[in-house]
């Protein structure tokens, strides 16, 4: 599907040789979430190239944590990266529900900021830029 190959360009544009993207060929993982969840899959998949490195981190590498989940010192740790995805899915649901349905409240809506300014403005900014440079095809 078209959403795929995008998201699959966008992976390997860092992707290495000797170590492979922990997000290579995870495109229908992210668009069956989405579908399930009612979410758009160009922001989780955007979200996760951002907070993964486009799956290189060590975050991702080791504990399979594409999306940031659980923030410093308490990282979650997941047994696949699908299960990481589907995590990131039911989180950003349950965000949706309370209200927050735009990028810029999505964005701002963790616990490490309580503001449209600053910090999470300069966040959604860049998955804004993800969305407009690698997953628009």
Same mark, same amino acid.
């Given at each position: 599907?078209?959403?795929? &190959?995008?998201? !699959?360009?966008?992976? #390997?544009?860092?992707?290495?040789?000797?170590?492979?993207?922990?997000? @290579?060929?995870?495109?229908?993982?992210?668009?069956? &979430?989405? &579908?399930?969840?009612?979410?758009?899959?160009?922001?989780?998949?955007?979200?996760? *190239?951002?907070?993964?490195?486009?799956? %290189?981190?060590?975050?991702?590498?080791?504990? !399979? !944590?594409?999306?940031?989940?659980?923030?410093?010192?308490?990282? %979650?740790?997941?047994?696949?990266?699908?299960?990481?995805?589907?995590?990131?899915?039911?989180? *950003?649901?349950?965000?949706?529900?309370?209200?927050?349905?735009? *990028?810029?409240?999505?964005?701002?809506?963790?616990?490490? $900021? #309580?503001?449209?300014?600053?910090? $999470?403005?300069?966040?959604? &900014?860049?998955?804004? @830029?993800?969305? @407009? $440079?690698? $997953?628009?095809?």
């Amino acid at each position: 599907d078209a959403f795929s &190959q995008a998201f !699959n360009k966008a992976v #390997a544009r860092r992707a290495k040789k000797n170590a492979p993207s922990k997000l @290579q060929d995870m495109g229908p993982v992210f668009l069956a &979430q989405a &579908q399930e969840k009612h979410l758009n899959p160009f922001i989780s998949a955007a979200i996760s *190239l951002y907070e993964s490195g486009r799956g %290189m981190s060590s975050l991702a590498r080791t504990k !399979n !944590n594409i999306a940031g989940l659980g923030g410093p010192g308490r990282w %979650m740790s997941f047994p696949t990266v699908s299960d990481s995805i589907a995590s990131q899915a039911q989180t *950003l649901r349950r965000k949706v529900e309370s209200g927050k349905k735009d *990028l810029n409240n999505l964005a701002c809506s963790g616990s490490y $900021c #309580a503001t449209n300014t600053g910090p $999470c403005f300069l966040y959604s &900014q860049r998955i804004i @830029q993800i969305l @407009q $440079c690698d $997953c628009a095809g």
